[in-house]
């Protein structure tokens, strides 16, 4: 049984480019969690998708949006990338009321240049 | 906002000896509570949970403590092997999951 998948897991991209991240949950889970991390910090919360909306918003600029699909699979968009974009991305799953706790992905290093 | 706080970024403990690993939130709506631990390159792993009903709950070697009125929470290893060496994320629920900037624990063997 695969756990979360995220791809790519490395990226370089450039300041005032657009980059798209991928993930697929874990099987059985609906929710989808993103979470950006920064070199010595903690994830910090993007926003949440389920069925297909998004329903919990971290304090993220509209830069930031992101899709789920009807298999439940997501994706991350970062337009007009800043160098400050630079992290570590990770994909989080769950059920929808998380009590059975997240399963995160390995996550997508990007870094802007 | 940082509403999970873990104002220990290192501890290091002999093997064998007791791990504490300290947590404080401020938002009193949080009604679950997660340790996860992660290692270089990986996602983190879910190690163990507490319910805000309850004031703690064991899991082998890993305890979970949890003081309400304090809005505190602590992680106890016993005992710790140097395979418990990894950043342990403190985290909290209300509609999504907020993290602690992490504690990095080294086992010395």
């Known amino acids: 049984d695969a756990g979360v998948t995220q791809s790519p897991t490395h990226l370089i991209k450039t300041r005032g480019q657009q980059v798209t991240l991928r993930c697929s949950p874990k099987?059985?889970?609906?929710?989808v969690s993103w979470y950006q991390q920064a070199l010595g910090q903690g994830p910090q919360f993007i926003f949440q998708?389920?069925?297909?909306?998004?329903?919990q918003r971290g304090n993220f600029p509209d830069r930031f949006s992101g899709h789920q699909f009807p298999n439940y699979s997501s994706e991350l968009n970062v337009n007009a990338l800043l160098l400050g974009d630079s992290a570590l991305y990770l994909c989080a799953s769950s059920l929808a009321d998380g009590y059975y706790g997240y399963t995160f992905g390995s996550g997508t290093r990007l870094t802007v240049v | 906002d940082q509403q999970v706080k873990q104002n220990s970024p290192s501890l290091s403990v002999q093997e064998g000896r007791i791990s504490i690993l300290n947590c404080d939130y401020t938002?009193?709506?949080?009604?679950?509570f997660l340790w996860y631990k992660k290692y270089p390159a990986e996602g983190p792993t879910f190690l163990i949970s507490?319910?805000?009903?309850?004031d703690k709950n064991e899991d082998g070697r890993f305890t979970v403590f949890l003081n309400k009125s304090a809005k505190h929470l602590s992680l106890h290893i016993v005992p710790s092997q140097p395979g418990d060496s990894a950043v342990y994320f403190c985290?909290?629920?209300?509609?999504?999951?907020?993290f602690g900037a992490g504690t990095r624990l080294t086992v010395k063997p």
């Open positions: 998708y389920y069925e297909e909306e998004e329903r």
């Open positions: 938002n009193s709506m949080f009604d679950y």
């Open positions: 985290a909290a629920l209300e509609h999504d999951m907020r």
């Open positions: 507490i319910s805000s009903i309850k």
């Open positions: 099987s059985g889970h609906d929710t």
